[in-house]
């Protein structure tokens, strides 16, 4: 008792800390298993630099994501990843199970058992970094048997997978979508003039009128030839034999043409909205409109297709560097370390204090 009343200040900071940390540290401490394992989170479509890993990685087809790696990395330490776990494999029972010690085991001190609590347990039990230089994420799952941890890892990865897959298809989706949409309206304007195009067609009564004037044309050439020769029959009969019984006939003839003329001008570029010639506007305008909608339409498919490509070549991958590991040994704690670095701050401490209460000692004796 002397001992112990002479050398109180030692056996607070050094003496009983340290026994205690021996009988917590040597006897009452859980094991804790740490499973890791690696992943990267790379696109098809992107390029930029890499290092260290990443540079023999290039050579696969995948560049590296750094923002995807950070939505991952975000999502596996999340809560709805956190109750994926305990709905699946009941970490939540398994952190609160007798065999597991009082100051590690979840809700033991505090008696909070809420998931609020839950998830800032689970934060220290998984973490996942980031390495900026080669993209490469590290992921750590903690817990009291080797196979829980390597579960918990072994699933983690798979909902990381599941992210990126959604990932995909969501800016697949939108991509598809929006090329998709301009396609509709290509469509709808092309057989909107399709149909504005048909329907003039049958109330006018034209197919083409520039094709069908070409006809008449050729017609009203060939009789006002015909005309031409006529009148220059005429002309000679008036002027060498005014009396010939033809002239009547020729120049009957001659009138018959140039009715005959004026009717097929009249067909061509006769009165308004009669004729191929008036006809010809509305029409011209209603090709080039159909024209114009062919190939929006075309532009459009022709843009959906390279959507699709596009969309393919930047999808995401999940790649696994290195596979959940299944520990074969408790990493945690370090008992031997977490014992001697007790005793030397025990030591520090106690040598602290006494300096001071010396020093308050002799101010006091003085």
């Known amino acids: 008792m002397d001992f112990v ?11 009983i800390p340290t026994t205690l940390s021996i009988l917590y540290f040597g006897v009452l401490a859980s094991d804790v298993y740490i ?11 992107q390029q930029s630099s890499l290092s260290g890993l990443g540079m023999l990685l290039k050579g696969t087809g995948f560049n590296k994501s750094d923002e995807d790696s950070y939505a991952v990395q975000d999502y596996m330490i999340s809560r709805d990843a956190m109750q994926i776990l305990i709905n699946e494999q009941h970490i939540k029972q398994a952190f609160q199970q007798p065999q597991v010690d009082v ?8 008696w909070d058992t809420s998931l609020e609590n839950f998830y800032r347990y689970y934060q220290k039990m998984v973490t996942v970094s980031l390495d900026a230089n080669s993209s490469i994420a590290s992921l750590t799952t ?7 941890a390597q579960a918990m890892n072994e699933r983690l990865l798979e909902i990381g997978e599941s992210l990126v897959n959604k990932m995909n298809e969501r800016a697949r ?54 005309l031409i020769a006529t009148q220059v029959q005429i002309a000679q009969m008036q002027k060498l034999a005014k009396n010939n019984p033809q002239l009547p006939s ?11 003329i004026v009717r097929q001008t009249g067909q061509v570029a006769g009165q308004p909205n009669q004729s191929l010639a008036s006809k010809a506007v509305t029409y011209q305008r209603l090709q080039l409109d159909k024209e114009f909608a062919d190939k929006m339409l075309a532009s459009t498919m022709a843009t959906l297709e390279q959507a699709r490509v596009e969309a393919e070549r930047k999808q995401l991958y ?9 520990p074969d040994r408790a990493m945690e704690p370090r008992r031997a370390r977490s014992i001697l670095a007790t005793f030397l701050l025990g030591l520090i401490l106690w040598g602290v204090l006494t300096i001071v209460i010396g020093g308050v000692k002799e101010h006091y004796d003085r």
């Open 35 to 45: 499973a890791q394992s690696e992943f990267v989170v790379r696109s098809a479509s």
């Open 103 to 110: 100051f590690s085991r979840f809700g033991a001190l505090d």
């Open 318 to 326: 999940l790649e696994r560097i290195a596979q959940p590991s299944l």
């Open 250 to 260: 020729l120049q009957q003839r001659a009138s018959l043409l140039q009715a005959e």
């Open 173 to 226: 989706r939108d991509t598809i979508d929006v090329a998709m949409r301009e396609v509709n309206k290509a469509e709808q304007a092309d057989q909107a003039a399709t149909v504005a195009l048909a329907r003039y067609r049958n109330s006018s009564g034209v197919m083409d009128p520039e094709k069908q004037s070409a006809i008449p044309l050729q017609e009203i050439g060939s009789l006002q030839s015909e």
């Open 142 to 148: 903690k817990a009291y048997t080797a196979r829980q």
């Open 5 to 15: 009343k002479r050398n109180w200040l030692l056996m607070v900071t050094v003496v």
